[in-house]
């Protein structure tokens, strides 16, 4: 809660140490104003002035029907002189020029937020500095003017107390009501503080029982299971946290969810709102996941100063981005590098979660990889980290890997290999002979025509064709499969159609050569984890798993096993 001290004095000015009132030309180009319109946003300020203040632990108590918060933390604290002018209009250590409003280095920077609450309550703040003897106690009229200064026996950081919220605020007032809603809110507050600063301890109260604790974190791989129980660090794959573009996301064969709740972006330290970027990210994971179902990502920016403006909302939840689109590609890059393999085998779920169905049909399979693909050769094209052990059911590939087995679905392995096949090569070829479809509406020859098929009117009813795909062009069923291509509106809906139909069918026998080629094209995809339908395709058995179940390590009599 306690504002840092800034950077050594400038030299184009005289600035002291302190919390300084900045100039009227500087706080009139500010999106700042009145934002504490909840409880949540109240302790929003309190908690961004903490993590400012560099604390390490911070402990939240809340009293929610009586508008009444306080937030404590270990941070640098502050002198009685800063305490004094700490809820004055615009006052604030952290910048002092209108240089300073491009260059935001800090969450809080306006100088605005402990004066807004001075304003919709009773603000008394407590602070010690390090050096300090002894801590200090100050409490604030409405209009932010210290009211007394007294000594108080403290440890260095800070303590902020609220009461009274919206005493003389009758319409917000009835904010601090709805009990489900407010807390969801200030969950929300909370989770979003750690998210971005997992090396923080949090302590959480409501009415005086502990709510919530969050213990710190090397990395959000290991802090985002206390925030959602239901993930396990095996279910996430996270980048290097020194990076620039730092990214987490939910493996998608093991974990996604019903609603787009959790495509979280944040920059310089806290969550933002960007729906263009939320969507841009969201795009990436397409045909990755079931039909209506959302992935669990994150991406956190760090960014130069001087790319983000952050005067765009008073409560600094939207912002503009210079370089908007750089920045995008970037972060899809990132989630293309988390959702492609990590090297060695695909490890598969426990239990696989429920996914979108394939329309499949027993019986023999046509086009594989590509029209001239040998799945006679025996050599594969590099070594394979999964052998083929044998078919199970005809259906299912049955592969050692090497530290337990796997189980590879065939039709839906393939299905992978070969939509990321037509998305880097999408051909159409001449037909030896055109094809007349009848009954065609409007919509389903443009739709053709949007995926370059050459369609002419053929009779009243007809329509003849005169290329097709090249994956369809040997196939019996060559009508159906472009009559379901006219309900495609786009090319990669009609990518996954094709991928489907010409994919191994299950019920297909494969002989080991054929099995370990597939396992080893499959293994190459940068998506192995899920078929276009977003089907989870690998179930994995590790050796860990296999010697529980057998009880390796129970020791009855003498054992001459291992």
């Avoid at 302190?18 to 009139?28: D, E, K, M, Q, T």
């Avoid at 700490?86 to 250590?93: E, K, L, M, V």
């Avoid at 689109?325 to 899809?332: N, P, V």
Wanted: proline share 10%; net charge neutral.
């Amino acid at each position: 809660m306690s504002p840092p001290r800034p950077d050594p004095p400038r030299q184009d000015g005289d600035h002291t140490h302190g919390i300084h009132p900045l100039p009227a030309a500087v706080a009139s180009q500010m999106a700042a104003g009145q934002v504490i319109d909840s409880l949540a946003a109240a302790l929003r300020e309190l908690v961004e002035n903490a993590l400012d203040a560099q604390a390490s632990r911070i402990t939240v108590q809340l009293w929610p029907q009586a508008g009444r918060l306080q937030v404590a933390d270990n941070g640098l604290g502050l002198s009685p002189t800063d305490l004094e002018r700490a809820a004055t209009p615009h006052s604030t250590s952290k910048i002092y020029g209108e240089p300073d409003l491009w260059q935001v280095k800090t969450l809080g920077f306006r100088g605005q937020a402990l004066h807004s609450l001075a304003q919709v309550g009773e603000l008394r703040l407590c602070s010690r500095t390090a050096t300090g003897d002894s801590g200090w106690q100050v409490t604030y009229s409405p209009q932010g003017e210290p009211l007394t200064l007294t000594p108080v026996a403290m440890a260095p950081g800070t303590i902020a107390s609220l009461s009274r919220l919206f005493l003389t605020w009758p319409g917000r007032r009835q904010s601090l009501s709805p009990q489900g809603r407010q807390r969801r809110e200030l969950q929300r507050v909370i989770h979003h503080a750690a998210l971005c600063h997992p090396q923080v301890t949090w302590r959480v109260e409501i009415d005086d029982r502990p709510w919530l604790t969050l213990t710190p974190s090397p990395n959000l791989r290991s802090l985002l299971p206390q925030i959602l129980p239901a993930v396990t660090p095996a279910d996430l794959r996270e980048t290097p946290t020194s990076t620039d573009c730092h990214g987490l996301i939910g493996l998608p064969d093991r974990y996604h969810r019903p609603r787009p709740d959790w495509i979280k972006l944040a920059i310089n330290g806290r969550v933002v709102t960007l729906p263009e970027f939320e969507l841009g990210l969201l795009q990436t994971f397409r045909h990755t996941l079931p039909r209506h179902r959302y992935p669990l990502c994150l991406i956190h920016l760090r960014l130069p100063p001087e790319q983000v403006d952050w005067h765009r909302s008073p409560d600094k939840s939207m912002v503009y981005l210079h370089r908007f689109d750089s920045w995008l590609e970037g972060a899809r890059q990132t989630i293309e590098a988390l959702l492609g393999p990590a090297g060695g085998p695909i490890p598969g779920p426990a239990g696989l979660p429920q996914g979108g169905k394939t329309t499949e049909a027993e019986g023999h399979y046509g086009w594989l990889g590509s029209p001239s693909m040998d799945l006679s050769d025996p050599l594969p094209r590099s070594s394979p980290s999964l052998r083929a052990v044998a078919q199970v059911h005809q259906r299912y590939i049955l592969a050692e890997q090497p530290d337990g087995l796997c189980l590879i679905e065939q039709h839906i392995a393939h299905e992978r290999v070969i939509y990321e096949g037509l998305q880097d090569h999408w051909q159409l070829l001449a037909l030896p002979n055109p094809l007349v479809l009848e009954g065609l509406t409007p919509t389903q020859v443009e739709h053709l025509q949007q995926l370059g098929l050459e369609v002419e009117a053929f009779g009243p009813q007809g329509w003849l064709i005169r290329n097709a795909p090249a994956p369809l062009i040997q196939r019996q069923d060559l009508a159906a499969a472009l009559i379901e291509l006219s309900g495609s509106d786009n090319l990669e809906k009609a990518l996954v159609a094709t991928a489907c139909r010409t994919a191994i069918r299950n019920g297909t026998p494969l002989s080991l050569p054929e099995m370990q080629r597939l396992l080893q094209d499959w293994q190459g995809t940068r998506h192995p984890r899920t078929c276009p339908h977003g089907r989870p395709i690998c179930l994995t058995l590790t050796e860990t798993s296999l010697a529980r179940f057998f009880k390796r390590h129970w020791v009855i009599g003498k054992s001459h096993g291992i």
